[in-house]
């Protein structure tokens, strides 16, 4: 049905479109248009367009809950009422209608099934004969209203700016209903679990224990241990993708040649697009081991899955979005400043020493900053390399987890939605979210700061 209505749909805005234009064409022929023909078919094709999408997207959803409820009412006029049993009852009935239910079908059930393709049927018909209807009056009253005095061209400026606006609006509202979700659900957390407990508190146990003389019985949800471990990851991160990625940068901005840097950039991209699974294997199967089997030579003990083991893939993860960031805006930075110090005598290393990275500086931080929520943000390898213990430590041979790993855990499986244990994964994204709003926070006034220093 939706194929054969934006067929429909599509036909009939090319036609009105192509009308549109003729009709304006011949009336330039007589008198001096304001706009160009074509503003002319554009806004004809818009008074088809905007109403036939407006009757899909209105009447659709309708036309679905109508027909959901005539066959509801066919099977059973009380089951409607049953929030339970609607939707698996709903599911058997549309299953029937389309052919695809595995058993012989209830008498109840087949006369269902015909309401529900019967409406369906009919109101799919309806929905394309409006569609249509609708369409081919905004295509009259578009026609109708084409004059040499007609301004067709602000008309449509003026649509496709309020369109952008529309967008900007679902852009930002989405923002915000995210944000409001995840407020809502870490108030509720707070009124079973103290903020005081929860900021700082430093054990983390959030199952609750079968026996009530075990401990942590009531459950524990003290997140230092999760800050620390997460801190602990993403600082080792850092260590390998920082210098590794601004030296690559560096290298490939100032000394490489053309052939070279468009044969390595790609190459080095290609660890941001590798999955994070798959990394994650790398570091438990290979990484961990061999930092196990190392230390174990050197007398130190070593989990067998450790911070080390995750920050170092991490790293690796990470690295192309400090290198390739860094190297757009070192290639950014402009050649005069780089002329003017050769000029004054000074050698190419102290250019990109004292000339090149203090004017690329505000970048740089930037995809410091970029690196640093992505390694914040990350679940499976530290799943797979670091573990689920949340361990009060520094140590980085030590195994710890981290705020992603924790809501990841909490959320798998069927949940209940009004324990403390399953709002505590809210509370934990919460603070992740205030987090990650605070390093771009700093990154935008970095970056502010230095782009008018160097403008």
């Not at 449509?156 to 923002?175: D, H, I, Q, Y």
């Not at 980085?396 to 994964?425: C, H, M, N, R, Y």
């Not at 205030?434 to 700061?449: D, E, G, H, M, S």
Request: aromatic share 10%; hydrophobic share 55%; glycine share 8%.
């Amino acid at each position: 049905m939706a194929l054969l209505y934006f067929s429909g749909l599509t036909f009939l805005v090319i036609v009105s479109y192509l009308f549109g234009r003729s009709r304006a064409a011949l009336l330039d022929r007589t008198q001096s248009l304001h706009s160009r023909p074509s503003y002319h078919g554009t806004l004809v094709a818009l008074f088809v367009l905007i109403p036939m999408v407006l009757v899909f997207a209105f009447g659709k959803p309708i036309a679905n809950y109508v027909t959901e409820m005539q066959a509801l009412h066919a099977y059973d006029p009380q089951i409607a009422d049953d929030a339970l049993r609607r939707g698996a009852v709903l599911r058997d009935i549309i299953l029937v209608a389309n052919g695809g239910y595995s058993s012989q079908p209830t008498e109840d059930l087949r006369r269902a099934a015909d309401t529900y393709a019967r409406f369906h049927t009919w109101s799919n018909f309806l929905i394309v004969c409006v569609g249509i209807i609708f369409g081919l009056l905004g295509a009259a009253f578009g026609l109708r209203s084409l004059s040499a005095r007609l301004r067709a061209r602000n008309r449509v400026e003026g649509l496709v700016k309020w369109t952008l606006f529309a967008a900007a609006c679902v852009a930002v509202l989405t923002t915000i209903g995210i944000v409001a979700s995840v407020v809502f659900e870490t108030m509720r957390f707070f009124e079973r679990v103290s903020p005081t407990e929860f900021l700082f508190g430093l054990h983390w146990s959030p199952q609750t224990a079968i026996r009530a003389e075990q401990g942590g019985s009531a459950g524990s949800f003290g997140i230092v241990p999760l800050v620390t471990g997460t801190l602990l990851i993403t600082v080792i991160a850092m260590f390998i993708a920082g210098p590794i990625g601004l030296f690559a940068a560096i290298y490939m901005a100032e000394y490489a040649s053309p052939r070279f840097r468009n044969l390595a950039k790609p190459v080095l991209e290609i660890l941001a697009g590798i999955p994070t699974v798959v990394l994650g294997f790398f570091a438990a199967l290979t990484v961990a081991p061999l930092i196990r089997a190392s230390g174990e030579a050197v007398g130190l003990e070593v989990a067998s899955e450790s911070a080390l083991a995750a920050g170092i893939v991490m790293g690796m993860m990470i690295i192309p979005f400090v290198s390739s960031l860094s190297d757009d805006i070192i290639n950014a930075v402009p050649q005069s400043l780089r002329d003017g110090s050769y000029a004054m005598g000074a050698t190419k290393s102290e250019t990109i020493k004292k000339v090149v990275l203090p004017a690329a500086f505000g970048g740089i931080v930037s995809a410091f900053m970029l690196a640093v929520s992505r390694a914040v943000g990350e679940t499976m390898i530290v799943v797979m390399a670091a573990g689920l213990a949340g361990n009060l430590t520094f140590n980085p041979l030590e195994a710890v987890t981290t705020f992603t790993v924790q809501i990841k855990t909490i959320l798998v499986g069927d949940q209940e939605f009004d324990s403390a244990k399953t709002l505590s994964a809210f509370a934990l994204g919460f603070v992740l979210f205030f987090f990650t709003l605070t390093l771009n926070v700093i990154a935008l006034q970095v970056v502010k700061r230095y782009r008018e220093q160097y403008d």
